[in-house]
């Protein structure tokens, strides 16, 4: 509904029952308007600056702040969980290059048998957490089904 046709809506000051006499045929007309979005509709603005001169500007200046704390808020979001994961994967490489550089020392020592064995948990260390970490994101990335009705 336009704002034009909005403002040609008679008010309920403006409206008025007419009576009907018993072999009439009353027809009744209802029309709404709805308004979605951070800010009243342009009309209720307009007359919220009607009642309270300057309202509208601080009003929409009321909105522009919470915008960009909102878009601030979510960026410091996305950069924690990108240092986050960086600092997961370096953790993640670090603990298996420790292990097999353990191991190599451990073989080159005479200590062959625990070398082998520590090379083996390294490696399964490292499939493990690289496929949890795939199953996760997979899991946290799923996009989320609606509710069946």
């Known amino acids: 509904m336009s704002e034009e046709e909005d403002s040609q809506l008679p008010s309920k000051e403006d409206s008025e029952v007419l009576p009907v006499e018993e072999d009439e045929e009353a027809e009744i ?28 500007d601080r009003l929409i200046t009321m909105v522009e702040k919470q915008g960009n704390h909102r878009m601030e808020i979510e960026k410091r979001v996305v950069d ?14 670090g603990i298996t290059l420790v292990g097999i550089i353990a191991s190599i020392l451990l073989v080159v020592f005479g ?33 989320s089904e609606p509710p069946s009705q």
């Open 80 to 93: 924690g969980e990108s240092r986050r994961a960086w600092v997961e994967l370096a953790a993640r490489h």
């Open 29 to 56: 007309v209802t029309r709404a308007s709805s308004w979605s979005g951070p800010l009243p509709s342009p009309r209720s603005l307009r007359e919220f600056e009607e009642i309270v001169p300057g309202s509208a």
């Open 111 to 143: 200590y062959t048998p625990a070398g082998v064995i520590l090379t083996g948990l390294t490696t399964l260390f490292a499939a493990v957490t690289y496929l949890i970490g795939r199953i996760l994101d997979r899991i946290l990335n799923q996009p």
